[in-house]
């Protein structure tokens, strides 16, 4: 009988390439999705060299974190956004890589657009010069980002140089509680593991909550693996996956699909498989989530108070929330429920899908921005954005006073013209609070969709569930 | 990429926990397609106030570590994004070596990539290193790969580990793609069997 192995177990060992003595892999990697932020230089280095692209077709590339959000007929304004992307096109054209440019409808943030496409498969290896490629692990595919010199690594060879990771698994039981979303989930999983609670290991997520989410909601969970220190999050591909993937564009053709969904029958982890280590969480637990501070574990349920410093008995951690406080400008005590925000943002590789956009819009609806804040929804994709037009999800945000925006990063890292003022307090459906992230100087308080428009019409951090 | 075997230099004292890569480097510095002239920006909101003039509080505005070689950080050094830029900014400083209780796996990653050369230790251990050479007089230190050692001018020296294949990579300033270019033949194997077992990835 063979060791029982786990999902990730399987997807590596069918795909090295090439295994030293000392354990250092040659891994084969599926499919490689590139963007203008990370990939001139990778591009730069194989002119250099005089290196060609292995494999053109299985790359797949989008300009996403520079397009303007507003106003895109008019041109990218800012000389360098784009310079940069105009590069990405020129790359792209020259190594006859296929390129979503930012007119195109399918154009939209890369970990949004690769599963939209149907690209994103059970079982496969894709990578991506950006820390959120774990999102596609919700797929059980191994997805992980990584640097620009590894980018043009797979780009000049479709492999990389990897070491194995640990394997981790985290499960979540039961039905999730009334208001409690999965972005709550996963910022409850990093408040309970910390930030580097999942460096060194590939984190799976299992347990009948993760099983009855639907896909979007299992790649919010996967995409914030990173905020835990995990490279990659992967969930057992099921009905729910195979599902998904049937019929989109990059998917397998019938015939092809039945044979690829037979395969991926057999990836989930083996009963038995050994797991260097195990989490567990009830769902019942869990109340929405919001962070207080300017790391994503820096997190509580809305119900909550700033904590107080003088508490922790570690002495770096202390440090770290006094200056994060400092930071942040919140008092020891304060109830979270009563900070008023200014800004409001709907976006995100983590939230800007379609299920997330109809929860806002549900809360949304009959309401009004309250006064004196500005909120935002920048959709996923160009595709996102139809659907939800189709939908009139638009004109509900409209009419509360939200600005409905094009497809693109925008405030999440505040690369294009959409970012806060220094001082400024934003309710965010991203996945960082970093100092500085949303623009210098900026507040960044992490929470689900929905509960980003309640804050954004009472003007306050709110608990959802009053409004619900 | 450049050698790295022994390095001589001062160290600056970084004592904060989970330093993330858009403290390093915030994200209007990534508009750039090139891979130098990030130096200036290294560490920029901690390091220059709004008008952009140096804060004379912090750690590489003060001597002598305006001329740091060496970081030393505490836990979850290089959190967050994959952005190289990380790296890269510390080098066009001068930084060519990281100490810290422990890195986040891509920053560790991208640094050999550059050579640059992560050191964990356990965390009393940085500490103390922390505490030596915050006093100017003690911030110089040596760093030496080939003995996997640290000493300043009065303790260690002290014992570091590392991965054999990324030490020899360092030591030799090896480019990862030429090597893997050596296993063509490998790699083409690897495809037309999967060709075969796994036809649609192919299709």
Redesign the interface.
């Known amino acids: 009988m063979a060791e029982p192995r786990t999902l990730f177990d399987k997807i590596w060992q069918s795909h090295l ?2 295994v ?1 003595e ?1 354990g ?1 892999c ?1 891994l ?1 990697i ?1 499919r490689h999705l590139i963007h203008e ?2 990939s ?2 990778a591009f ?1 280095g194989l002119r250099a ?1 005089g ?1 060609r692209v ?1 494999r053109p077709k299985a790359t797949l590339a989008v300009a996403d ?2 397009v303007p959000t507003a106003n895109r007929a008019h041109g990218i304004e ?1 000389p ?2 784009r ?2 992307i105009e ?1 990405l096109g020129a790359n792209c054209a020259e190594f006859a890589i296929p390129y979503f440019d930012m007119h195109d409808i399918r154009q939209g943030i890369v970990h949004i657009i690769g599963p939209e496409q149907g690209l994103t498969q059970p ?2 290896t894709i990578v991506c ?3 959120h ?1 774990s999102t596609h692990g919700a797929f059980g595919s191994l997805a992980f ?6 980018v ?2 797979v780009l ?4 990389l ?1 990897q ?1 194995p990771a640990k394997n981790m698994r985290i499960s979540v039981e039961g039905e999730l509680p009334f208001g409690v979303t999965p972005k709550d989930v996963v910022l409850a999983i990093i408040g309970k593991i910390g ?2 609670g999942g ?2 290991h590939v984190i799976e997520y299992a347990g009948s909550t993760i099983r009855s989410l639907s896909m979007e909601g299992r790649m919010t969970i996967c995409n914030m693996s ?1 905020e835990a ?1 995990a ?1 990659a999050g992967l969930i057992a591909p099921d009905e729910t996956t195979f599902e998904y993937v049937k019929g989109r564009p990059y998917a ?2 019938a015939g ?2 039945e ?2 969904a037979a ?1 991926w029958k057999t990836l989930p982890s083996d009963p038995g498989a050994s797991f260097h280590r195990e989490v567990s969480l009830m769902a019942s637990e869990i109340a929405p989530q919001v962070t207080w501070g300017t ?1 994503p574990q820096d997190v509580l349920p809305i119900t909550g108070e700033v904590p107080h410093p003088e508490n922790e008995r570690d002495e ?2 202390r ?2 929330m006094e ?1 994060a406080l400092a930071y942040m400008g919140l008092a020891p005590g304060t109830k979270l429920r009563d900070v008023s925000i200014d800004a409001v943002f709907i976006g995100s590789c983590t939230n800007a899908r379609i299920e997330d956009l109809r929860a806002a819009a549900a809360v949304a609806k009959g309401r009004k921005v309250a006064h004196g804040v500005r909120a935002m929804v920048v959709p996923g994709s160009g595709l996102v954005r139809e659907q939800a037009e189709a939908e009139g999800l638009h004109e509900i945000f409209r009419s509360a006073g939200f600005d409905w925006r094009e497809p693109g990063c925008s405030m999440c ?3 294009n013209a959409d970012r806060l003022a ?1 001082g400024e307090r934003c309710a965010s459906t991203s996945n ?1 609070n ?4 949303q623009g ?1 100087g900026g507040r960044t308080h992490l929470m689900s969709p929905q509960m980003a428009v309640a804050a954004a019409v009472t003007g306050h951090l709110t608990d959802v569930r009053e409004l619900l | 990429m450049d050698k790295f075997t022994k390095l001589t230099g001062i160290a600056a004292p970084l ?4 330093v ?1 890569t ?2 390093i480097i ?3 510095f ?6 130098t002239g990030l130096g200036r920006h290294l560490f920029d ?1 901690m390091r220059y106030d ?1 008008k952009n003039a140096e804060k004379p509080d912090f750690v590489l505005n003060k001597e002598p570590y305006r001329k740091a070689k060496i970081l030393i950080a ?3 050094f290089g ?6 830029h990380a ?1 890269w900014a510390l080098l066009d400083f001068g930084i060519r070596c990281v100490i810290a209780p ?1 890195f ?3 920053f560790y ?2 640094c050999f ?2 050579g640059i050369l992560p050191v964990t230790l356990p965390k009393d251990i940085v500490g103390k290193l922390m505490d030596f050479v915050r006093s100017g007089a003690n911030a110089t230190l040596t760093v030496d790969l080939p003995g996997q050692t640290v000493s300043g001018s009065e303790g260690g020296p002290v014992h570091f580990e590392i ?3 990324r030490k020899h990579c360092l030591l030799n300033g090896l480019d ?2 030429a ?3 050596e ?2 033949k ?2 083409e194997s ?2 037309e069997k ?1 060709k075969r077992s ?4 192919w ?1």
Request: hydrophobic fraction near 30%; include cysteine.
């Open positions: 390439v090439h030293q000392d250092t040659v084969y599926d932020v990370t001139p230089q730069e060299a290196r292995r974190h520079n800012d360098e956004s310079l940069q590069t079982g496969m010069g950006d820390s490629t980002g990584i640097g620009t010199s590894e043009e690594h000049a060879t479709q492999t140089i070491q930030t580097a460096t060194g990173i220190g490279r397998p053709k092809a699909f044979q690829a395969f790391s770096g951690k440090h770290a200056r890292l505040a690369m220094p960082r970093f100092e500085g992230r210098r | 004592p904060i926990v989970n993330d858009d403290m915030p994200k209007q990534l508009k750039t397609i090139k891979r909101e709004d505490r836990d979850n959190c967050g994004s994959s952005r190289e790296p422990s986040a796996d891509i990653n991208n990539k550059n991965d054999p294949f990862d793609i090597l893997t270019l296993k063509t490998e790699i690897f495809e999967q796994h036809a649609w990835l299709a």
